[in-house]
């Protein structure tokens, strides 16, 4: 408590009130932003659906023990009708059958780059600057510009829209796009409730978040689905991908602090496996957490170098995480004060009150509306509205478990462990590549295709890198 002209102010319930007023009002700007598009359009009249095609495209593929979802990936990139396609697998020292899937693949421009210990296994970011460094000395783009050469990020499990070529190639005909960032999808959703929220998850990160940093010039990278020019990513150096445990965030920032310009495509999506079970979860989400924190070196290059909205946008995202641990002493607060409510009615000592609709529009009302956003992305897959408004109020719920990966995580900070951790991978059932397979293309999927992605062994860890 202060005084302030005769008058008691409770500092902390201001902090409260303004810490909750921000992130409410960020959160509902970007949606409206996200419901437009920018006055700038990269793509003009004239340019067909090919515009871009004369541009070389390298899937870079980082592996670490991906044998039981490889194929299918590989399958799902041969496929694609694009002239100019090479496929680089990095196996990063793995001791499963990784590397055997990529030299027995029949397609030509499916490429292997092995890494042994101990310059293996050092991080997804280490893996993709050693396959750059290789690829800008290797036959593969021999004559081709490195302003004319896009290399695009995918992980193993990743699964693209067959026409997302055709909608992220034409964007970079503007010299001054560095990347373009497309959206993702969870491809087994349906399998239960914690798959279905991170699919809400990436859904609300891409078609609010992203599509409305877009007005702001702020656009971030992901792990997988992103295309950066290859004369972008030797423009930061030899290493343009950080150690960060987030490598790709980084290197959007850098992108960014080094002028160029970074695009997000709403109409094309990567998909990839969701974790089933929250323990996995917790693990993976604490690394990012991390990997989070550790971008914080970032912030004294965007003071410098940026500016405008894009260096107060990037500056919010970079100090998010923070943020976040604050918010987390709220959330508990109003934790308890539901579970007073609640043992009052059950006391019959409730008194109702107008802050319990009040309470209720700050906690829920802003998801759902982003509710409606999910049910837009997801009503040609048979989701009504009223499930949509459920699912997001269990949402605002799942939110709660980034409090424990957060403090998980900053723990690790502060105790120096920084080593990276692999997210573990299941093995796809039939049924899950098929429904996979048949959202893409609207086609089932031809069995041998199908059949690239089962196995006999159990479930267990076979993951990699920052981004996954």
């Not at 992130?23 to 359009?41: A, D, I, N, W």
């Not at 510009?145 to 055709?166: N, Y």
């Not at 959330?331 to 409510?341: C, E, H, N, Q, R």
């Not at 424990?404 to 502060?414: E, I, L, Q, S, T």
Request: aromatic fraction near 8%; include cysteine; glycine fraction near 10%.
């Amino acid at each position: 408590m202060i005084m302030f002209l005769g008058n008691r102010i409770d500092l902390v319930l201001w902090l409260v009130i303004a810490l909750v007023m921000i992130s409410v009002l960020y959160g509902l700007t970007l949606l409206v932003l996200s419901r437009f598009e920018p006055r700038r359009q990269r793509i003009s009249a004239g340019q067909t659906a090919h515009a871009g095609s004369e541009k070389t495209v390298v899937f870079v593929v980082p592996c670490l023990n991906e044998d039981r979802v490889l194929k299918a990936s590989l399958d799902r990139l041969t496929s694609l009708d694009y002239p100019g396609i090479h496929i680089l697998v990095i196996d990063d020292g793995s001791d499963d059958g990784t590397a055997d899937i990529v030299r027995s693949h029949p397609d030509p421009r499916v490429r292997l780059f092995q890494r042994v210990l101990p310059e293996a296994r050092q991080g997804k970011g280490e893996a993709l600057n050693a396959a750059v460094r290789h690829l800008v000395g290797s036959e593969l783009i021999a004559g081709s510009p490195q302003s004319e050469v896009i290399v695009c990020v995918m992980d193993a499990d990743g699964r693209l829209d067959p026409h997302a070529l055709d909608e992220v190639m034409p964007l970079f005909h503007d010299e001054q796009l560095g990347a373009v960032q497309i959206g993702v999808r969870i491809n087994n959703r349906q399998q239960n409730l914690l798959a279905r929220m991170q699919d809400i998850e990436f859904v609300l990160f891409t078609h609010v978040f992203q599509r409305g940093r877009r007005h702001l010039g702020s656009v971030g990278l992901g792990g997988n689905g992103q295309f950066v020019r290859l004369s972008a990513l030797t423009g930061l150096g030899p290493s343009p991908w950080s150690r960060s445990l987030t490598e790709d965030l980084d290197l959007g920032v850098r992108l960014h602090i080094d002028e160029w310009d970074i695009e997000f495509c709403s109409t094309s999506s990567v998909h990839q496996q969701g974790l089933v079970d929250v323990k996995r979860w917790i693990k993976q989400r604490t690394r990012w957490f991390q990997g989070h924190l550790q971008s914080w070196n970032l912030v004294p290059w965007v003071l410098r170098d940026l500016t405008g909205t894009r260096r107060a946008d990037i500056l919010y995202h970079l100090t998010s995480p923070f943020l976040l641990l604050v918010t987390s002493f709220l959330s508990a607060a109003f934790a308890f004060w539901v579970l007073d409510i609640l043992l009052g009615i059950a006391l019959g000592q409730a008194v109702v009150s107008p802050w319990w609709l009040s309470a209720y529009l700050v906690a829920f009302g802003p998801a759902v509306l982003f509710g409606f956003v999910y049910w837009s992305q997801e009503k040609h897959q048979g989701l009504n509205p009223f499930v949509a408004v459920v699912l997001i109020h269990g949402y605002v719920l799942y939110a709660l478990l980034w409090y424990v990966a957060g403090w998980k995580a900053a723990y690790r900070a502060v105790i120096g462990q920084n080593s990276w951790t692999k997210t573990e991978r299941n093995v796809e059932s039939r049924n899950q590549v098929d429904t996979s397979a048949e959202e893409l293309t609207g086609e089932a999927i031809p069995e041998e295709i199908a059949g690239g992605a089962t196995g006999s062994r159990a479930p267990g860890a076979v993951g990699h890198g920052g981004g996954q």
